[in-house]
């Protein structure tokens, strides 16, 4: 019973310690974060290049592993984050994800979540700069999209269609990286 006791006793002490966090581009990701109350695990990370330089180590987080922008969708909560290698302006940032919406969702997508969008595009356009070592969470979760930086929420915007478009920039058939998006997916 004691032996019972003691390899119980062990199992929890295991199970409560975090594992190693992954490093990817220099960056210390952590295995596990908090979404709208429930625990998400690292999916999948790696690094945004744009020409030479190296922007941003994207990341995802899911309640479990998934390998397909569908099984992405299908699961919730979700947290895509970047953390910034550079410094850029508000606008480029904007810019940059504007562009990938456009990439990866029709015109009538993009209509249908034109007010979310605004909205975004003018919640990061209010952080003026985002600087190396900067974080920009995006939580889905309860069917809404809470925007972070650095670890202080900014926005709130609702709608599952807004979170799909966003999630496609990464995921989608026209991502903004396919080595990255690959990456992102565990692969």
Avoid: C
Wanted: hydrophobic share 50%; aromatic share 6%; glycine share 10%.
């Amino acid at each position: 019973m004691h032996a019972i006791r003691g390899i119980l006793f062990a199992a929890v002490l295991a199970y409560g310690q975090a594992a190693p966090a992954a490093e990817v581009g220099g960056v210390n990701l952590d295995d596990r974060a908090s979404v709208g109350g429930q625990e998400v695990v690292l999916n999948g990370a790696g690094i945004r290049t744009r020409a030479i330089f190296k922007v941003y180590v994207g990341s995802l987080y899911l309640p479990a592993k998934a390998g397909t922008l569908s099984a992405v969708l299908a699961k919730g909560p979700r947290r895509i984050q970047l953390n910034l290698l550079r410094t850029l302006s508000a606008d480029q940032l904007v810019d940059a994800l504007v562009d990938g919406l456009k990439d990866n969702n029709s015109e009538a997508e993009l209509a249908a979540v034109k007010a979310q969008v605004d909205q975004m595009v003018a919640t990061m356009r209010a952080f003026k700069e985002v600087k190396e070592k900067d974080v920009v969470t995006l939580d889905y979760a309860g069917g809404a999209t809470q925007i972070a930086f650095n670890g202080q929420a900014k926005a709130t915007i609702a709608g599952d269609a807004f979170n799909a478009a966003m999630t496609r920039i990464w995921l989608g058939d026209k991502p903004v990286q396919s080595d990255l998006k690959k990456a992102m997916l565990g692969g």
